[in-house]
């Protein structure tokens, strides 16, 4: 299985259907998409300025990425809405405000965004790999250090609290799309993408 995180930031590019069509039918092996927050999680921050903890404003955002999975969900009909880490089927969306409210390696701050959610889920399901497919272009077959993502914004500070050992990471921006249309395995469309190292 593979985890794909979607960033919360496609809510607002207008290729988000086609992104997410084109992800469901390219990807042939099981997969389960972990969406981001975007404006849902950016009015969660606003609103947490105002006599609202940081753990409950956490589990505020972790909702509001399942509303970004929701309108996701809107476009592909398809994807499956899972809460556990039990009974995925092919094609998945997680919802993960239910598991993480109560899990307690996984910390309740906001250095613990969806990038993190999909860090931790990326480590403890069986999953060959985790792709970030970020809104912004990041070029093709670079090789990014972990750190120099978080220096940029790219990637949470808490990213790798959650790894464990496993290490088979990809980030991709707007250029999947092309890419999606060109190429006919994954390993092939793997080979494209940039690969993140600690």
């Known amino acids: 299985m593979w985890v794909i995180k979607i960033g919360g930031s496609w809510i607002k590019n207008p290729n988000l259907k ?20 975007g404006i849902f999680a ?13 753990q409950t ?13 929701y309108l996701i969900k809107s476009m592909n009909s398809n994807l499956h809405l899972t809460a556990n880490l039990d009974n995925f ?3 998945n ?15 309740k701050n906001w250095e613990s965004t969806s990038d993190s ?11 060959s790999g985790l792709i970030y497919i ?15 993502l978080q220096k940029r914004n790219i990637l949470d500070k808490n990213f790798v609290k959650y790894l464990k050992k496993k290490k088979k990471i990809f980030i991709i921006g707007p250029e999947i799309l092309e890419l999606y249309e060109r190429q006919e395995c994954l390993d ?3 080979l494209n993408f940039n690969s993140v190292d600690l």
């Open 18 to 37: 086609r992104l997410v069509l084109l992800t469901s039918s390219f990807f042939r092996e099981k997969f389960v998409i972990v969406p981001g927050g």
């Open 42 to 54: 950016d009015s969660v921050r606003e609103a947490s300025k105002y006599n609202v903890s940081e």
């Open 57 to 69: 404003g956490h589990f505020l955002a972790l909702k509001a990425t399942e509303i970004f999975g």
């Open 89 to 91: 089927r092919e094609k």
């Open 93 to 107: 969306l997680w919802m993960p405000s239910k598991k993480l409210k109560n899990e307690i390696e996984f910390e």
């Open 117 to 127: 959610v999909a860090s931790w889920l990326y480590s403890n399901t069986a999953s």
């Open 134 to 148: 970020k809104s912004l272009s990041l070029g093709l077959k670079n090789k990014y250090k972990i750190k120099e």
């Open 188 to 190: 092939d469309l793997l």
